[in-house]
C-alpha cells in the first residue's frame, strides 16, 4: 500500500512539474506570436516586450505592447500600453476554443492621426479586414479559416485611457481627451470562439468607434478651437486652414 502511495505521490509531483514548466514557457510563445503574426495582420510594427505569467493564478501580464502607424502617417505609434492583464480559463487550453475570462488594457495612451482625407484608425481596421478577407464595414465574404485554435473573450476591459489627436495643421502639437471605459462582453460567443484575427478586428472596430464618439471628438474640437489662436502657423495658408477646420467638427471626424 505504501509502496503505491509512494509512486502515486511520484506521479502527481511529476504532472505538477510539467505542468509548472508548461505554464512558464507560455510567456516566450505569447510574445513571439504577438510579434510575429500581429504585423501580419495589422500591417504595421506590432511589439511586445515582456509577458508575465504567474504559475499560481494562470493570469499573464503583457509589458509594454506597442501597436506601430501605417506608412503615410508620422506620429511613431497609434497604440502604447504599459500593462495588460490577461486571465485564461486553464481547463479550456486543451481544447479547440480557448476561453480568456478577462483582458484588461490599463491606462492606454491612444495617438489618433488625421491625415490624407482619412486617420490611421481606418487605415489599420481596412487592413485587417483585408487579412480576413472581408472589406468595408460590413462582412463581404466569410471568414478565412485558418485551422488554428479559436478564442472567446468574455470580457474585454479598457480603462483609464487617453487619446491624442495629431495632424499636420497642428505644427507639430497635439491636444488631448480622456477616453471613456469600454467593456465588451463575451467576444466570439455567437460562433463558438473565433479566430484571434478576428477577435482582434471586432475589438479594434470597438475601439474606434470610441475614439470617434461625440463623447470624444466634442472635447477634442473644444480644445482644438481654444488652442487655434495660439497656434503659430508656418504660412498664412496654414493658419486659415486652421481656422477652417474649427469650424467643421463634423468634416474634420466624419468617418
Given amino acids: 500500500m505504501k509502496k503505491w502511495i509512494i509512486i502515486g505521490g511520484a506521479v502527481a509531483i511529476f504532472i505538477i512539474i510539467l505542468i509548472v514548466v508548461g505554464i512558464s514557457n507560455l510567456g516566450p510563445i505569447v510574445k513571439s506570436a504577438v510579434n ?3 504585423p501580419r495582420i495589422t500591417k504595421t510594427e506590432v511589439r511586445l516586450e515582456d509577458v508575465d505569467i504567474s504559475i499560481f493564478s494562470g493570469e499573464a501580464r503583457l509589458k509594454n505592447f506597442c501597436l506601430g502607424n ?13 500593462s495588460i492583464y490577461v486571465d485564461v480559463d486553464e481547463g479550456s487550453l486543451a481544447g479547440e476554443t480557448i476561453i480568456i475570462d478577462k483582458i484588461e488594457v490599463v491606462r492606454p495612451e491612444i495617438t489618433y492621426e488625421k491625415a490624407h482625407q482619412t486617420d490611421n484608425f481606418k487605415t489599420i481596421l481596412n487592413s485587417v479586414r483585408s487579412s480576413l478577407g472581408t472589406k468595408g464595414p460590413r462582412k463581404k465574404q466569410p471568414e478565412k479559416d485558418s485551422g488554428g485554435k479559436r478564442i472567446l473573450i468574455r470580457n474585454f476591459i479598457v480603462r483609464d485611457g487617453k487619446v491624442n489627436l495629431t495632424m499636420s495643421m497642428l505644427a507639430g502639437k497635439s491636444i488631448s481627451t480622456s477616453l471613456p471605459d469600454i467593456h465588451l462582453k463575451n467576444v466570439g460567443k455567437k460562433k463558438e470562439g473565433v479566430s484571434p484575427a478576428k477577435a482582434f478586428e471586432e475589438v479594434f472596430a470597438a475601439l474606434y468607434e470610441k475614439i470617434t464618439s461625440p463623447e470624444v471628438t466634442d472635447k477634442l474640437n473644444q480644445e482644438l478651437k ?13 493658419k486659415k486652414e486652421l481656422e477652417a477646420v474649427t469650424d467643421k467638427v463634423k468634416g474634420l471626424f466624419g468617418k
Fill in 36 to 38: 510575429t503574426y500581429g
Fill in 226 to 238: 481654444a488652442l487655434a489662436p495660439g497656434i503659430e502657423a508656418v504660412t498664412k495658408d496654414a
Fill in 70 to 82: 501605417p506608412k503615410g502617417f508620422k506620429s511613431p505609434q497609434a497604440i502604447k500600453v504599459g
